[in-house]
């Protein structure tokens, strides 16, 4: 019998850099100590690919990169320092060098929750990278850079469609949502959902998740984004938890236009799951 998670104990949050630490890393940090988990931070280095030139120009760019990757492997008694003071006392710093959703996708297998930069722009990298590491299965949580909610969860919202992904973002976020102080739902209108479908708001119910609202909306489309985030503010919530929707295309996951618009104007942050 595989035992059900009750709560989030590791945490993985993609670091930028490796000399300060802001924005979603902050978050991570504050979201560990409120949950008593591990955090490690990540910072994934470009591999050092040689360019034609000089010699002499060539070894030096290829010294400095070295210099670059000692000194972020060195970064690891800081940024555990920085996190005690948050409130984290279970910290591990690692370096990884390649494509940052390889490094995402394989920490994705060995920790509860990624949290990561999520200003997620048409065809831009950070959808790239959000769309990969959902892809592989991992739970993540994008932290917009105009981010205004701690990395403590007080009202959590859960955006439910009745698809498989928005259901298995519902489940992925339960250790967060049993912990939260309010938690509000928002679904579609009956008649836009099959009969055959589970009831979210019973669901959560006898997951010990503290259902205070439920509204209603038309159905969720690229439109009810504006309409979600509205919700959302006035709801006052720090969390919104959705489903990603997205497709294949040349190879790489995208994210689907309701996904990219919450992200792309969300000021919280979004649990996301494929």
Not at 43 to 68: H, S
Not at 174 to 199: C, F, G, H, K, N
């Amino acid at each position: 019998m595989i035992e059900e998670v009750t709560t989030v104990r590791d945490i993985v949050a993609h670091s930028p850099g490796f000399q300060t630490w802001h924005g979603s890393v902050r978050y991570a940090a504050q979201l560990a100590a409120a949950m008593q988990a591990s955090l490690t931070g990540l910072f994934v280095a470009a591999r050092n690919t040689p360019v034609p030139g000089p010699r002499r120009l060539v070894a030096e760019m290829a010294a400095y990169a070295q210099d670059e990757l000692q000194r972020a492997m060195l970064a690891g008694r800081d940024f555990a320092a920085w996190a005690n003071q948050l409130g984290v006392s279970d910290t591990r710093w690692q370096v990884a060098i390649g494509p940052a959703a390889d490094a995402l996708a394989m920490a994705g297998d060995w920790h509860d929750l990624i949290v990561l930069q999520g200003d997620a722009t048409a065809d831009g990298p950070v959808e790239r990278l959000i769309g990969e590491v959902l892809l592989a299965g991992a739970t993540c949580i994008a932290v917009p850079p105009a981010n205004v909610a701690p990395g403590r969860l007080i009202h959590a919202m859960v955006t439910w469609d009745g698809s498989p992904a928005s259901s298995r973002a519902l489940h992925a976020a339960l250790p967060l949502l049993r912990s939260a102080q309010v938690v509000s739902l928002l679904q579609p209108d009956r008649e836009w959902m099959r009969i055959d479908q589970t009831d979210a708001l019973s669901h959560l119910r006898t997951q010990g998740v503290p259902v205070a609202a439920v509204e209603t909306v038309p159905g969720v489309d690229e439109a009810a984004s504006e309409q979600l985030l509205a919700y959302a503010s006035d709801m006052r919530a720090d969390l919104i938890v959705m489903g990603a929707s997205g497709h294949r295309r040349r190879g790489e996951r995208c994210l689907g236009p309701t996904t990219r618009a919450v992200l792309a104007q969300s000021r919280l942050p979004v649990l996301l799951k494929n």
